[in-house]
């Protein structure tokens, strides 16, 4: 959540930011924390999250140009993610904010507050029963980056049908990674790029987006972005490009990492 937030905050500082999230470098210069422990950021991995952020951006906007009236926006795993801000959503549009408790206490200390039809939920997503607090009137698109490699399968199923039930109709927008390199990612520290406690929390990843549609009646697949084909690639640096596109070429590279979009 801390290494997201300062990607951000490091992309706003750039002389040509992709996200340009001002409010993630007010609230990292807020945080009396060592960023060097939340392990080194290099320059195109925020660019990389940025794009990331920017195409979830991207899918939510065009949910709510698609739907005038009155929708809910709910932003799962929002960690200290300003996307409330960055979206400023019209009068009409009840956005709700879930992560742990500790999170939620925290984004209230050092977040500015987004005003209008806005609140926060305190619960892990895999309980039962704080969805119940979300008023069940109206379409909803549910929006997820970073959180279904941190889930179990059976978790993420149950998830997914409990929000299915509770809203009249919407989208899910998430990002996932492959089966495959998840397994890679149990075998190596990955240079120490990724922190191993991190790498050990990975548990699910997605490789046919439709075995999803089983899960649920009415459940379907839109489309998919893979990372490596999100826009604006060529904004990363050269060396960060031409790895990823060559790692690309290699089994199951292309589609390590997407995003996903469903409606039902
Ligand atoms: C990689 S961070 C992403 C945070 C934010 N979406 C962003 O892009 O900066 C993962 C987030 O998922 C949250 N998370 C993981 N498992 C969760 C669960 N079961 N319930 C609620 N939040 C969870 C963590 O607390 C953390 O904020």
Redesign the pocket.
Known sequence: ?L???Y??ALDSRSSSPILGDRTADEVVRRLDHDWRKTGTRAPWDAAL?ALR?RELDRWTTEFLHAHPGEVTVL???????S?VHRLAPPPSVRWVD???P??IDLRRRLLPEPGGDYRMIA?????EGWLEQVPADRPAVVV????TM??HEE?ARRLIQRICGHFPGGQLLFDCFSKRLLRMAGKMSWMGIVPRA?LESWHWGIDDPRELEGWQDGLEFVDDLYVVDVPDLDRLPAVARIGMRLGAHLPGGRDSGRLLRYRF
Do not use: Q
């Open positions: 959540m290494a997201t937030l990607a951000r999250l952020g932003h799962l795993a929002c960690g200290l993610d996307r879930v992560d742990y500790d999170v619960a892990s997503v895999t309980e997820a980056e970073g959180l941190y889930l978790e991190v």
